[in-house]
C-alpha cells in the first residue's frame, strides 16, 4: 500500500476540496512565493512547471502525492517558547497541519505519555524514519564540561543531538536560542552553550532564530520540505529569505516617521501616542532581519513596535550582549566607564607633563647654549 | 655660526603660543593665495605654509613624538645646512613678514609671527643673505645701514632746515616728543623731514629729534636676531630716556614702527615708560583735533588727477593706522582720493618690505612682484599714489623707474604739509 | 573581525575613545607646558573686540562667503568644498539621529536630531566636496608640495567614515550590519588617528583663532 499523502489524511479528517484549496492558498502565502524549489530539485513531475501564479496549485499537487513527513521535535535549553508559538500560528488548520497530519513522532511537551515510554517511542520512530525525518531542536545546548547542564534520561543534550541528527533528513533549529545560542549563551555563558550549526557540521540545517519565531515560518519551512523535499533559499546566517529577507526597519508602520526625523522619546511622550518612530528608544529594526512587521503576530493583529515597544533584535546573534534593549542601535557595546576614562586620560596628561618636562629641560638648555 | 646654533634658537624660542599655532595648521594651502610672491610667480615654494615648513621640521623634530617617529621612519630628514640655505633664500628673498596670510589662514594662524620665528632661526646659523648681513654690520659700525654718520646726519639735518627754511629742533631737554626719523628719509626722502617738522610745528608740538636716537631703521629686526634688533632699540631707548620725553613717534618707516612699537618691550621693559605711535597717528590726531590749518580740497584743486593710498603692512594692517590716512585724505582729496581694491587690512603689500628690498638677488621676484601693485593702481587709474612708508615709498620710486611709468609717489606727511595754509 | 562586528563595535571602538582621549590630552598638555610668555605691550585696541570678530569670521564668513575676500576670489569651490565639508561632518556627527544616540550611551544625555533626508544630502554634499578637495590637493602645485603621507592618510581616514555611512543607510553593496562594523571600524581608525595627526586641529583652532583675535584686536584692525 501507498503511503498517504497529507491529502488523504486531511479529507479523513473531513476536509473538503474546497478547504484544503483554500489551505494551499494560505501555505503558499505562508512559505513566501518566492522560495518555490526548482522542479529538478523538489523531484516532483515536470508537468507541476507552472508560473509563480499558479504556486496554489503546485502546493496542491505535492500535497496530493506526496508522502506525510514524520518530525522528531527536541528541546534542550529553551522555554518552550518556540512551542508555543507554533500552536499560535495564524490559521489554526495550519498549526493542526504541522501539528497534527505532518506526525510528529516526538515532542516531549505534547506528547501524553512520559519518562521511559517516550524515549522509547523516540529510539523506533528514529529507526523506523532513519534518513527521513526533520529533526526540529528548541534550545541551545551545553557543551564541553558544561554538558550535564542539561540531560535528559540520563544522556546529554550534545549525546542526544548527535544521534538524532545522524538520521536526520534535515535539521531546523528553531528560536534564537537553537540558531544562535540565544539567552543560554548570552554572557558570560555559564554553560558554554552552542547553537545547532556549532555542533552539527555534515547536515543541512535551517535556523528560525526569533524569541519566539514567527509562528507561521515554523509552519512554512516544515510544510516546504514536507512538500518538496528541500529546504528553502536561506541567507548567510541559514535563515529562510522568505522570512528572513527583509529588515523590520524596511517593513515598519513607523518608518515614515523615522524618514522624517519624529521619534518617540519615552514610552509616554506625545510621541509615543502619535505613534512615532522608536528608533531613539532603542529599536533595532534597521538591523533586524524577520517578518514581524509584515506577517504580525496574533493573526496579524500587531507587533511589538506596533504595541509601542522597540524592537529588541531578536533574530539576530548576539541580540543579549548589544549596548542595551534601549539603547540606540548604534551606540557602542562597550561603553567605557568613568574610571576607565579617568586613566585614560591621566595617562595622557602624564605621557603629556613627561614630554612636557623633557621639553622644558632641552629649551632650559638651549638658553644655557646661547649664554 | 651652524645649523645646530639655528636649531638651539627654533628651541629656545618655540613656546606654547608658536606650538599651538603650528599644531592649528591643516596644510591647506589657503595661505598661498594670499602672498604676493606666490601670486607674481606662481612658485609653490613661496607659499606661507612652506616657508615655515623648517620651522615646523624643526618644531615636530624637537619636541614631539611623532616628530621622531617620522625621523625613525625616514619620512622626515634631519635639518641639513642646504635645507637651511635654501629656506633663507625663501624667507628674506620671498617674504616681506606682511602678515597678509595671516586674514587668509582658516585657522587664524598668524603667520607673520611664525615667519618671523623662521628668520630668528636662520639668523643665529648664520644663514643671513650676504647683502642683509652687509647693512646690518653696516648699522652697527655706523649706527645706521644707509651710512647716515653723525656728520652725514649733521649735514643732511642742516640742509633741509636751511633748503626748506624750517626749525628741527635738536636734543631739547624736556620736549614732550621725540621724533625718530629713519635713514632712508634722512637719504633719500629728505622731503618728508621738512614735511614733518613744518607739520609739528605748525601743530605747536614741543618736539625734538636726537643725536644719538636718530636712527630708528633696524636691521637687526629684519635680519630676525634678537640680539641685534635689541642693540639698536637700545639706542633709541636710552637717546629718549635722556632727553626726557613722554612720547617716541616713528616717522615713516613700517618695520621700524613695528620693533619700537609691537615687540620693543618684550626684549627692554622700559619702552612702556614712553608712548611710542607712528607718525600717522599724529597726523589722524592733529587733523582731528583742528590743530593744522589745512585747505580742504587742496588736491582736488589741483588737479592732478587720481590719488590712491597704499597700505603698508606695518602700518597699516600690523600698525593699526587704517583710519587716519582715510580721514586725511578724504578732507584734503574728497573728489580725487580712491582706494585700491584690496584695500586697508585687505592691501597687497609692495613687494620690497622685510628687508626684500635690500637684496640685490632678490630683485627679479620683487619686480614681479610690483606688477600686482601696477595692476591695481592703473584699475583705479591713479596718478599719485600716496604712503606712509618710505619703504614702500623706495619700492614704488624703484618700480616707476623700472617700469617706466608716470606715477607721482608720495609720503602722507609730504601731502598733509603741503595743504597747510601758510600762515604769515 | 568582518564576520563579527560585535568586537568592533565593542572593545574595539572602546579602546578607540580611550586612545583618543589619551593622545588628545597628551597633545594638549605638551603643548601647554611649552610655556607662554605675558603680552606687555600696550594695545591700541580691544583683544576682546578682536577675538570675537576673528571668531565670526572663522565661522561664519569665511567658510560660506568667500567673494567677500579678495583672496578667496581665485577659487571659491574649494572654499566652498571646505567649508562645506566641515557643515555637513558636523551636522552628520552631532545632529544624525544614529550618532546622536551614541553620544547619549556616552554621555547619557541626548538631543534633537535632523530628519534622515536632510542629513542624506548633507552627506552627499560632504563626499562630493571630499572628493573636490582630493582632486585640489592632487592638481594644486601647493598642496602637491605641503602633502606627505600624512595628509593623503588625513584625507583617506576622514573619507572612509563618510563614505561607509553613506553606503550603509543607502544598503549598497554589503549587508547592513558589515557596513555598519566597517563604518565603525573606520570611526574608530580615525579616533586613534587623530591625536598623531593634523586633523586634530580642531582643538588647536581655539588657540589659533584666539592668538589671531588679540594681535589683530589689539592692534585695532579688524582680524
Redo the contacts between chains.
Keep these: 500500500m501507498p503511503e498517504e499523502s497529507v491529502y488523504d489524511s486531511l479529507q479523513k479528517e473531513g476536509v473538503s476540496r474546497r478547504d484544503f484549496l483554500k489551505l494551499c492558498g494560505v501555505m503558499a502565502g505562508a512559505m513566501g512565493m518566492t522560495s518555490m524549489p526548482p522542479l529538478e530539485k523538489s523531484g516532483l513531475p515536470s508537468s507541476l512547471d507552472v508560473t509563480e501564479a499558479k504556486s496554489v496549485e503546485r502546493i496542491a499537487k505535492a500535497m496530493e502525492t506526496q508522502p506525510r513527513l514524520p518530525v522528531i521535535w527536541l528541546e534542550f535549553q529553551d522555554c518552550t517558547g518556540c512551542s508555543e508559538s507554533l500552536t499560535r500560528a495564524n490559521a489554526p488548520t495550519l498549526g493542526n497541519l504541522v501539528l497534527n497530519t505532518l506526525t510528529i513522532e516526538h515532542h516531549e511537551a505534547l506528547s501524553a505519555a512520559a519518562g521511559f515510554q517516550v524515549e522509547e517511542a523516540k529510539q523506533q520512530a528514529m529507526e523506523k524514519y532513519a534518513g527521513q525525518y526533520i529533526l526540529v531542536v528548541e534550545g541551545s545546548i551545553p557543551t564541553g564540561e558544561h554538558a550535564a547542564y542539561c540531560t535528559v534520561g540520563g544522556r546529554t543534550a550534545e549525546m542526544i543531538l548527535e544521534e538524532a541528527a545522524a538520521g536526520a533528513a534535515a535539521i531546523i533549529a528553531i528560536g534564537n536560542c537553537a540558531a544562535f545560542g540565544g539567552l543560554p549563551k548570552a554572557k558570560p555563558n555559564p554553560t558554554n552553550a552552542a547553537s545547532v550549526l556549532d555542533l552539527v557540521k555534515d547536515k543541512a540545517v535551517v535556523n528560525l532564530p526569533g524569541c519566539p519565531p514567527i509562528p507561521e515560518a515554523i509552519v512554512g519551512v516544515i510544510t516546504h520540505f514536507a512538500l518538496f523535499g528541500v529546504l528553502p533559499e536561506l541567507d548567510k546566517l541559514n535563515r529562510p529569505m522568505a522570512f528572513y529577507g527583509k529588515t523590520v526597519h524596511d517593513r515598519c508602520l513607523r518608518r515614515p516617521f523615522y524618514e522624517a526625523g519624529k521619534f518617540a522619546l519615552t514610552f509616554d511622550d506625545e510621541g509615543a501616542r502619535e505613534g512615532w518612530c522608536l528608533f531613539k528608544l532603542g529599536c533595532k529594526g534597521p538591523t533586524t532581519y524577520n517578518a514581524c512587521a509584515s506577517i504580525r503576530w496574533d493573526s496579524g493583529l500587531s507587533f511589538p513596535v506596533q504595541s509601542n515597544h522597540p524592537c529588541l533584535g531578536c533574530s539576530e546573534p548576539d541580540f543579549w550582549d548589544g549596548p542595551g534593549f534601549y539603547q540606540g542601535l548604534s551606540a557602542p557595546i562597550n561603553r567605557p566607564n568613568a574610571t576607565a576614562v579617568g586613566a585614560a586620560a591621566a595617562a595622557g596628561v602624564v605621557a603629556g607633563v613627561a614630554a612636557g618636562a623633557a621639553n622644558k629641560a632641552k629649551k632650559k638648555q638651549a638658553n644655557e647654549k646661547e649664554e | 655660526m651652524t645649523t645646530q646654533d639655528a636649531m638651539?634658537?627654533f628651541?629656545?624660542d618655540?613656546?606654547?603660543?608658536?606650538?599651538?599655532?603650528l599644531?592649528?595648521?591643516?596644510?591647506?594651502?589657503?595661505c598661498?593665495?594670499?602672498c604676493h610672491f606666490?601670486t607674481a610667480t606662481?612658485n609653490?615654494?613661496y607659499?606661507p605654509?612652506?616657508k615655515v615648513?623648517l620651522l615646523r621640521r624643526a618644531y615636530e623634530q624637537?619636541?614631539?613624538?611623532?616628530g621622531k617617529i617620522k625621523l625613525a621612519l625616514g619620512?622626515d630628514k634631519k635639518i641639513t645646512d642646504a635645507d637651511l640655505n635654501h629656506w633663507s633664500d625663501l624667507n628674506y628673498q620671498a617674504c616681506t613678514v606682511c602678515n597678509?596670510c595671516?586674514?587668509?589662514?582658516?585657522?587664524?594662524?598668524?603667520l607673520g609671527?611664525l615667519l618671523a620665528g623662521v628668520r630668528s632661526g636662520l639668523a643665529a646659523g648664520g644663514f643671513v643673505p650676504e647683502d642683509l648681513a652687509k647693512a646690518v654690520q653696516l648699522q652697527l659700525d655706523e649706527g645706521s645701514p644707509l651710512g647716515m654718520t653723525d656728520e652725514v646726519w649733521e649735514d643732511r639735518l642742516e640742509w633741509v632746515e636751511d633748503d626748506w627754511e624750517v626749525d628741527i629742533p635738536i636734543d631739547v631737554e624736556g620736549a614732550d616728543t621725540l621724533v625718530i626719523f629713519s635713514s632712508i628719509e634722512v637719504m633719500k626722502f629728505p622731503t618728508n623731514i621738512a614735511a614733518i617738522a613744518q607739520i609739528l610745528n605748525a601743530a605747536g608740538e614741543n618736539w625734538t629729534v636726537s643725536s644719538t636716537a636718530r636712527e630708528v631703521v633696524n636691521f637687526g629686526f629684519y635680519e630676525g636676531s634678537e640680539e641685534h634688533t635689541k642693540q639698536f632699540l637700545k639706542t633709541l631707548l636710552d637717546g629718549a630716556k635722556e632727553l626726557g620725553v613722554k612720547r617716541i613717534v616713528v616717522t615713516e618707516c613700517g618695520h621700524a614702527y613695528d620693533a619700537l612699537?609691537?615687540?620693543a618691550?618684550?626684549m627692554l621693559?622700559e619702552a612702556?615708560n614712553f608712548e611710542i605711535t607712528h607718525i600717522t597717528g599724529v597726523l589722524g590726531e592733529l587733523v582731528g583735533a583742528g590743530r593744522l590749518n589745512l585747505k580742504p580740497g587742496f588736491y582736488d584743486e589741483l588737479d592732478a588727477g587720481t590719488i590712491t593710498f597704499h597700505d603698508a603692512c606695518k602700518i597699516?594692517?600690523?600698525?593699526?593706522h587704517?583710519k587716519e590716512p582715510r580721514e586725511i585724505l578724504n578732507l584734503l582729496a574728497p573728489e580725487s582720493f580712491k582706494e585700491m581694491?584690496?584695500n586697508?587690512?585687505?592691501a597687497i603689500c609692495c613687494g620690497g618690505g622685510g628687508g626684500v628690498i635690500a637684496i640685490k638677488d632678490a630683485d627679479p621676484i620683487r619686480f614681479k612682484s610690483f606688477e600686482l601693485k601696477i595692476d591695481q593702481v592703473n584699475k583705479v587709474g591713479a596718478k599719485t599714489v600716496a604712503m606712509s612708508c618710505s619703504n614702500c615709498r623706495l619700492q614704488y620710486v624703484d618700480g616707476v623707474g623700472h617700469f617706466d611709468l608716470d606715477w607721482k609717489v608720495t609720503g602722507l606727511s609730504q601731502m598733509v604739509a603741503d595743504a597747510l595754509i601758510e600762515e604769515e | 573581525m568582518m564576520q563579527n562586528p560585535t568586537f568592533i563595535r565593542g572593545p574595539f571602538f572602546q579602546a578607540a575613545l580611550l586612545i583618543f582621549v589619551a593622545g588628545m590630552l597628551y597633545r594638549l598638555v605638551r603643548v601647554l607646558m611649552l610655556g607662554w610668555s605675558k603680552d606687555n605691550i600696550p594695545p591700541m585696541g580691544s583683544k576682546a573686540t578682536g577675538v570675537t570678530q576673528s571668531y565670526l569670521k572663522g565661522l561664519l564668513i569665511w567658510p560660506f562667503i568667500p567673494w567677500v575676500k579678495n583672496t578667496f576670489s581665485k577659487n571659491p569651490v574649494i572654499y566652498l568644498a571646505g567649508g562645506l565639508f566641515h557643515l555637513s561632518l558636523f551636522t552628520i556627527v552631532f545632529f544624525g539621529a544614529p550618532h546622536m544616540l551614541v553620544f547619549k550611551s556616552l554621555l547619557g544625555f541626548g538631543w534633537a536630531t535632523i530628519p534622515l533626508p536632510i542629513v542624506d544630502w548633507m552627506a552627499t554634499a560632504g563626499i562630493v566636496a571630499m572628493i573636490a578637495l582630493l582632486i585640489h590637493r592632487l592638481t594644486n602645485p601647493v598642496l602637491k608640495l605641503i602633502s606627505g603621507l600624512p595628509e593623503w592618510l588625513n584625507w583617506l581616514f576622514v573619507f572612509l567614515p563618510m563614505i561607509t555611512g553613506y553606503l550603509m543607510t543607502h544598503h549598497l553593496f554589503l549587508p547592513y550590519e558589515k557596513i555598519f562594523g566597517l563604518h565603525v571600524l573606520s570611526v574608530s581608525v580615525l579616533l586613534i588617528w587623530i591625536p598623531f595627526s593634523r586633523i586634530s586641529h580642531f582643538m588647536f583652532y581655539f588657540f589659533s583663532r584666539t592668538i589671531h583675535g588679540q594681535e589683530f584686536g589689539k592692534r585695532g584692525v579688524k582680524p
Design positions: 638651539n634658537t628651541v629656545k618655540t613656546g606654547g603660543w608658536v606650538a599651538s599655532q599644531e592649528a595648521c591643516t596644510r591647506c594651502g589657503i598661498a593665495d594670499a606666490y606662481g609653490p615654494e607659499a605654509v612652506w615648513e624637537q619636541f614631539t613624538f611623532s619620512i597678509k595671516s586674514i587668509a589662514c582658516p585657522m587664524g594662524i598668524d609671527s612699537r609691537w615687540h618691550a618684550h621693559p612702556n597699516q594692517r600690523k600698525g593699526g587704517i581694491t584690496p586697508q587690512e585687505q
